[in-house]
C-alpha cells in the first residue's frame, strides 16, 4: 500500500509541485535552514499518522469511556 503525504491538511491545495513551491517561498521569506524546508511536511505527515493510530488503537480496544463502575 502506497502512503501519502496529507498535503490537503497542511492547506497547500492538490498539486505537490504547487505545495512544494509554496513552501519553498515561505521558507526563503522566513530564512528557513534546508532541514526546516524538508522537515515541515514530514512533521507534520508523522503528527498525523500517531493521530491516525492511536484512534485505531482506541477502537480495537473495545473500551468505552465511562462505562467502568468501581
Known sequence: MQKRLA???LGW????SAA???LAEQSKREGWPAEGFLGAPLE????ER??????R??????????????
Open 50 to 55: 500517531e493521530t491516525r493510530r492511536l484512534q
Open 20 to 22: 512544494f513551491s509554496n
Open 57 to 70: 488503537n482506541r477502537v480495537d480496544s473495545q473500551l468505552f469511556i465511562g462505562t467502568c463502575s468501581s
Open 7 to 9: 498535503l490537503s491538511a
Open 44 to 47: 507534520h505527515e508523522i503528527a
Open 13 to 16: 491545495g492538490a498539486s505537490l
